[in-house]
């Protein structure tokens, strides 16, 4: 199957380059030509499938034809080596809990599927040229990318973070790793982090001495896979009995989650809408209310991986939709949340159900709380664990926050990073001397 970019002034790309491209030429982003639809049968019996069949199901459906059955597979499983379980909070709303991974964020799945990808490329082209992954983190997206690539032949990954802007329990996910993972302080914030590594990517001479790719969730090997568990959480509710009417609310920030779940839908899944929550940083509940996209600077909240003025995959919901947002609208509808009320959310179902949310899915909770309907099933997405932000919960809770034993490996290893001046000169000169060295 062929990529084409969101942008049309690209050519059409194969998986491999549009997985070791990441951005299409023409600055769009990529899109399978087809989306394919399940068949029935697949729907009559996912309830007796487990994650991995389904997964496999629907990684065939997008890469069968670029890669054998049995190496697709392999890729499936051993990206998830973890569950994504539905929980009931209370009522008719469910928790799609996705923070069971290395990082305890949702990133993992996509981070690891798309690390055991590219690897496969490489490995298939004969393993030669090294590929260098560059990643600009405010905390999230680094720990999930590194961990998912930690190890994998052939792949080198530069983290890129502000320096004293990232929680310590985010730093040492991605600083304590060594092996093909190394970190830079960068003495600035995320946007300076972003522009270093743009900058590289421009960069013609650089890109002569490496091959240098990005894990952000403009990469298809990074978006597509998170439509497994959209399948996978039907699966258990229809096992539950509960399958009509599902909703789902998808804490929102780059947008690449809701689209996967947009991508999940036209292959079949039989879902009634979609809710997109969104912070302070309301650009596309904006859009819904007016039918203008209007970007922005981002503005700082407790909920800080939502905090996105202009989601990159936005390009990828105008493309499936026409551009028409009259189309847009009947299918997703929008909410906002201040620190505030992510708070008193946070609080409150603590307090009534029992229940531990982070802030990112307590917009997620919030969504369905709102907006939902009796005859409905609600299911938020709980993009990461609470322990992730450990002080904003335990100050809204007034009580500690159980920290996961995955979490407290991470602690006792040593920080190491390499600490650079915000300059793209000195960037450049440290990329320079690395590819020497290889
Ligand atoms: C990245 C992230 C989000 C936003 O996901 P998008 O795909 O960018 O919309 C939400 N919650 C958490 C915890 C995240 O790490």
Redesign the pocket.
């Given at each position: 199957m062929k990529y084409y970019s969101t942008n049309r002034q690209a050519p059409l790309a194969s998986l491999a380059d549009a997985v070791k491209k990441g951005l299409a030429p023409d600055k769009g982003l990529y899109m399978p030509e087809r989306i394919m639809r399940l068949p029935e049968t697949f729907f009559e019996n996912i309830a007796d499938m487990d994650f991995h069949e389904t997964a496999a199901a629907v990684a065939e459906a997008f890469f069968g034809d670029d890669i054998p059955q049995a190496d697709l597979k392999k890729i499936v499983c051993d990206t998830l080596s973890f569950d994504t379980p539905v929980v009931n909070v209370h009522d008719n709303i469910w928790s799609l809990e996705?923070?069971h991974g290395p990082t305890l964020?949702?990133?993992d799945v996509g981070g690891r599927f798309m690390a055991r990808m590219l690897s496969y490329f490489i490995a298939r082209e004969g393993g030669k040229k090294k590929v260098t992954v560059l990643v600009a983190t405010s905390?999230?997206?680094g720990s999930?990318v590194a961990n998912g690539f930690l190890g994998v032949d052939g792949i080198d990954v530069i983290v890129l973070y502000p320096e004293g802007k990232v929680s310590e329990i985010q730093e040492k996910q991605f600083t304590t790793l060594g092996q093909n993972v190394t970190a830079l302080e960068i003495a600035g914030n995320f946007d300076d982090c972003q522009r270093l590594v743009k900058s590289a990517f421009m960069d013609e001479g650089l890109n002569g001495l490496l091959t240098l790719t990005s894990a952000n969730?403009i990469n298809v090997a990074r978006?597509l896979p998170?439509s497994f568990y959209y399948f996978h959480a039907y699966a258990q509710l229809k096992r539950a009995g509960k399958a009509d009417n599902v909703v789902f609310c998808?804490?929102?920030?780059?947008?690449?989650?809701?689209?996967?779940g947009l991508m999940a839908w036209r292959m079949g899944l039989p879902v009634k809408r979609f809710i997109?929550a969104n912070n302070r940083n309301d650009v596309f509940l904006e859009y819904l209310r007016t039918g203008m996209y209007r970007p922005r600077a981002s503005v700082q909240t407790i909920?800080n991986?939502?905090d996105?003025g202009d989601?990159?995959?936005f390009a990828r919901i105008m493309d499936l939709y026409g551009n028409s947002a009259d189309a847009v609208r009947k299918d997703i509808t929008g909410c906002r949340y201040t620190d505030e009320d992510i708070r008193n959310t946070i609080s409150e179902v603590f307090r009534k159900y029992g229940y531990v949310l982070?802030?990112?899915?307590a917009?997620g909770y919030q969504g369905l709380a709102d907006n939902i309907r009796p005859e409905e099933t609600g299911v938020f997405?709980e993009?990461?664990h609470p322990a992730?932000?450990k002080d904003t919960v335990e100050e809204t809770l007034g009580q500690a926050v159980e920290i996961p034993p995955k979490l407290q490996e991470f602690m006792k290893n040593e920080k190491k990073s390499v600490r650079m001046p915000n300059d793209f000169g000195s960037f450049r000169k440290y990329l320079e001397s690395r590819a020497e060295h290889a």
């Open positions: 996705l923070f964020a949702f990133k905390g999230d997206t999930a969730s978006f998170q998808v804490p929102s920030g780059n947008f690449g989650n809701i689209t996967a997109a909920a991986a939502m996105v989601p990159s995959n982070d802030p990112h899915g917009c997405l993009t990461a992730k932000f």
